[in-house]
């Protein structure tokens, strides 16, 4: 079955720290990947976007990579802050850039301390 | 242009009533989305379109609900009959037809069924 798993857990660290929030993907083809944030009672904004024939990409404080052979995304944010919290949602292209939907995984839940 | 609007921001409704949503989109924007979220996951894919064609709809959406995009601009999700489980936030989002699709959402309509 398809699947796209994302931290289970809420993930809580220290400002200046960086996090590492992991998006894994099962049986899925995906042309492209992207990260979003989500605030409570909002929508989800969109923070990066990385192609299949990209390995890394960087926003700011934000870093994105893709493996696709492990089929996996890693999204690290560098000297948190507490103004970082928030859920972070990965999604992909469901079919190889066939269709134009966009499947999200769970989310993970970042909080960062003071 | 103030990105994309969502009205009711929350609506409270008994069992079996119907309800509808509005979703005013970019306006340059092509393609429209609704999805569905409830609390600690992400968003659910629910239908899309492309200009006033609804190219595609989930397995999740019954014969309950019904989305509409009359002319191309604005679009409504209407929901039957609502039931308990129906309970969710509503998101509606947009993206431009051209390029890989990032998606820009509202604030989202919150559904409780009494």
């Known amino acids: 079955s398809q699947k796209i798993e994302q931290n289970s857990e809420a993930l809580n660290i220290q400002e200046g720290k960086t996090a590492t929030l992991t998006c894994n993907y099962t049986n899925y083809s995906p042309a492209y990947l992207q990260w979003y944030r989500q605030d409570p009672g909002r929508g989800p904004v969109f923070l990066l976007l990385?192609?299949?024939?990209?390995k890394e990409k960087r926003k700011e404080r934000l870093k994105v990579t893709f493996d696709t052979t492990l089929k996996q995304s890693l999204f690290h944010i560098t000297a948190s802050q507490p103004a970082d919290s928030a859920t972070y949602l990965c999604?992909?292209?469901?079919?190889?850039?066939?269709?134009?939907?966009?499947?999200f995984g769970t989310g993970t839940l970042l909080a960062v301390q003071p | 242009d103030t990105g994309v609007s969502q009205d009711p921001r929350h609506k409270i409704t008994k069992r079996g009533q119907n309800v509808t949503f509005r979703c005013d989109p970019i306006?340059?924007?092509?393609?429209l989305y609704w999805y569905r979220q409830t609390l600690g996951q992400g968003p659910e894919f629910l239908t899309y379109f492309q200009n006033e064609a609804q190219l595609e709809k989930s397995r999740l959406l019954s014969d309950r609900f019904s989305a509409e995009r009359p002319k191309g601009s604005f679009s409504t999700l209407e929901i039957q009959r609502t039931e308990q489980g129906d309970s969710a936030m509503y998101l509606c989002a947009s993206s431009p037809q051209a390029g890989a699709n990032v998606l820009t959402f509202g604030a989202g309509s919150r559904l409780t069924v009494l």
């Open positions: 990385i192609r299949e024939n990209e």
């Open positions: 999604a992909l292209d469901s079919d190889g850039g066939a269709t134009n939907k966009l499947i």
């Open positions: 306006s340059e924007h092509n393609r």
